[in-house]
């Protein structure tokens, strides 16, 4: 399969803190990439300097072999190919939900209208919120929202999805209706890289696991052996943190 | 500028800045007690009395304190209503603030969350130590900084007060430059007096702010 | 009770005449205000420590000095000052306008600072370039946030042009006590009358606006 993503060497810092130190990180077509890590492990910004929302220090990250930095001229025309979702369902307050679905097509793509509508009206469909399309992101629950912001996230044909802790702010009943979304989005052979709290569904989804922890990856491996026989003691106490036996 | 003319100036604006500044305080003091009373009765959607506050209100805020004055001193003495100008000033100060101080506290009794009283509720308050004890000092602490906006606002406006012939700080300026010409000296005294009166309130304004945000944001 | 003078002559016209002065020095300062407000609102949020003092002093200066003590500095004090004889209406538009940029200003500040930064990333990661972001996204949020508190700076613009009449501008209030002197002898309550009118002239001129201004604020409230 085809390298996507490749993330060399990277180092992040704020002024004396260090975030992460030389991380390494490849992303192929069609696999699922769960990140997970205890509370302020960088996880997170790691997603947003996939993004540029963050600049790094050292190293690069390319997308489909173009190097990807926050001065890169077409960031723009970079970002279109990147998916992101963040935790606070952050729709576009003003814009009805079909208006938030459509602004990004319509103006960075130029595309048809009436193609780009009924796209989103299909994809609305099919996470269950048709009935919203004319609501304002106030009138709608945090899971819809969350919901929304994934649609709004496809409608620009991402090659990549990045999700940022989408689960986080949600009320527990509204979990799971958020990440059978993002699973079923995996079985169709999306490229993703979810950073999350939920083992469960780590479980679940990912093809790969990476475990970052002290600003470097610690463990990284296939799903099964992750969970079932993490090699390093960090990753175990890591995840004996979740059960309660 | 001339010393001079400032020196003799100043007894007399010495005079204006208290008249001003009592009427404006009595004015003020009065808005609040008005302000408190419509707040509760619209609040509390008190039969008839809450109509008569919220009509009360929006004429009040809709109008210009100098129209209210004019209509108070000039016109209520032609329906055997005669009230001295000082008099007038701090009761017509009263009815202008009192809407604007009724909208604050109003706001801040409404944006008490209802958890806060089910929760004192729960402990076993009664419905009137509730108010007294949880929601009015909570409503007041959210209304502070509208009601130092107020009291600014308020301070600011005793300037129409020369408009019925109160000898009042705008009264003494304007007196002072048709009759002598000493513009200079007039406006800077003017200007210098009502930073006496303002400046102090609005530093401490600020400071009261800040101290409430930090308070709310502690939770 | 005196309202019986509005009938007479053309009293009555006279003082819808006077408020259309009012109204006229109100809008026309408003417009000033707002265009100066966003100029400076936007230069404020750059945050440059010269103008962000400059604008600390004048915000100061706006907040505890009364519009009136400002139309007598302008007014008669550049008469003196500059020995420019300024009319009196130009010295209250420019009050006015010194008075609602500042206003403008700080709330378009704080209209910008209140759009969360995360509203800047999302519109960034859907591929919006920096120009279609605050076209599509930012500008709309502010506007919605900007037009009730715009509509309120009207309302206000048009209660305090009542004090022009002290410095000797013919309206709306200055028109009803011409009125008053006038019939003294025929209608001696006419003051009651008069200003009861003026009252709710000014009730009828603010009132409608208001109500917008709540409406919608209630409408685009987040």
């Known amino acids: 399969m085809e390298t996507i993503l490749e993330i060399k060497n990277i180092s992040k810092r704020y002024d004396d803190i260090t975030v992460f130190e030389k991380i390494s990180l490849t992303v192929k077509r069609g696999e699922v990439v769960v990140i997970v890590g205890p509370s302020g492990c960088g996880k997170s910004t790691l997603l947003r300097c996939i993004n540029s929302l963050e600049d790094i220090q050292e190293g690069e990250i390319l997308l489909d072999g173009v190097v990807i930095n926050p001065t890169s001229k077409d960031l723009s025309q970079v970002r279109e190919k990147i998916g992101m979702v963040f935790q606070s369902y952050d729709l576009f307050p003003h814009l009805t939900i079909l208006q938030n679905l459509m602004l990004a097509p319509l103006k960075v793509k130029k595309a048809d209208k009436k193609e780009t509508k009924k796209e989103a009206l299909e994809l609305l469909d099919r996470v269950g919120l048709l009935s919203k399309k004319d609501s304002y992101p106030r009138q709608l629950s945090g899971g819809q929202k969350q919901r929304v912001a994934i649609v709004r996230a496809l409608m620009m044909h991402p090659e990549i999805l990045l999700f940022d802790e989408i689960t986080a702010a949600l009320d527990p009943e509204m979990v799971k209706e958020v990440l059978d979304v993002v699973l079923s989005l995996a079985r169709e052979g999306r490229t993703m890289v979810i950073v999350t709290h939920e083992m469960q569904f780590a479980r679940a989804a990912a093809d790969r696991m990476v475990f970052i922890d002290g600003a470097t990856i610690v463990e990284e491996g296939d799903a099964k052996e992750f969970f079932d026989d993490p090699k390093t003691d960090r990753l175990r106490k890591f995840l004996r943190s979740f059960s309660y036996d | ?219 | 009770m005196g309202f019986e003078v509005l009938a007479k002559g053309n009293n009555a016209m006279r003082l819808l005449e006077g408020l259309g002065v009012a109204m006229r020095i109100s809008l026309i300062s408003v417009v000033i205000s707002i265009v100066l407000g966003v100029i400076l609102g936007v230069l404020v949020e750059l945050k440059r420590p010269f103008i962000m003092a400059f604008f600390r002093v004048y915000l100061e200066i706006v907040r505890i000095m009364p519009q009136m003590v400002l139309l007598f500095i302008v007014y008669f004090g550049t008469t003196k000052a500059l020995g420019l004889n300024l009319s009196a209406e130009a010295a209250s538009i420019i009050v006015f306008s010194f008075w609602g940029a500042a206003e403008m200003a700080d709330l378009v500040r704080g209209a910008l600072g209140g759009i969360p930064v995360i509203q800047y990333e999302s519109a960034a990661s859907l591929g919006l370039t920096r120009i279609q972001t605050y076209r599509y996204v930012i500008v709309p949020q502010i506007v919605r946030r900007m037009i009730p508190l715009s509509i309120n700076l009207i309302t206000r613009m048009i209660k305090t042009t009542s004090l022009v009449m002290m410095i000797g501008i013919v309206e709306v209030l200055k028109v009803g006590q011409q009125i008053i002197e006038a019939n003294r002898k025929s209608s001696p309550n006419a003051a009651f009358g008069i200003f009861a009118t003026v009252f709710l002239l000014y009730f009828l001129a603010c009132w409608p606006i208001s109500q917008l201004a709540k409406y919608l604020e209630k409408k685009w409230e987040n």
């Open chain 2, 1 to 219: 500028m001339n010393p001079e003319v400032i020196r003799e100036y100043l007894p007399l604006y010495k005079e204006a800045f208290i008249l001003t500044l009592r009427t404006g305080w009595i004015g003020i003091l009065l808005a609040f007690a008005i302000g408190i009373l419509v707040a509760f009765a619209i609040h509390f959607r008190v039969p008839v009395l809450s109509k008569i506050a919220s009509v009360y209100v929006e004429l009040f805020r809709n109008t210009p304190l100098l129209v209210q004055l004019f209509f108070i001193y000039f016109a209520l003495p032609k329906i055997g209503l005669s009230i001295p100008a000082e008099t007038c000033g701090a009761v017509g100060l009263g009815l202008l603030g009192g809407s604007y101080m009724a909208e604050g506290i109003r706001s801040g009794l409404d944006a008490v969350p209802v958890s806060q009283e089910e929760s004192a509720l729960a402990l076993g308050l009664t419905k009137r130590q509730l108010f007294t004890y949880v929601v009015f000092p909570e409503a007041m602490s959210i209304s502070i900084p509208a009601i130092v906006a107020n009291v600014i606002f308020l301070l600011k406006e005793t300037s129409v007060f020369s408009a019925i012939s109160l000898m009042d700080l705008m009264f003494t300026a304007k007196d002072l430059i048709g009759l002598y010409y000493d513009t200079t000296e007039a406006l800077v005294l003017l200007v210098v007096f009502y930073i006496i009166m303002l400046l102090p309130v609005s530093i401490l304004g600020s400071i009261i702010e800040k101290r409430v945000r930090l308070r709310t944001l502690g939770g």
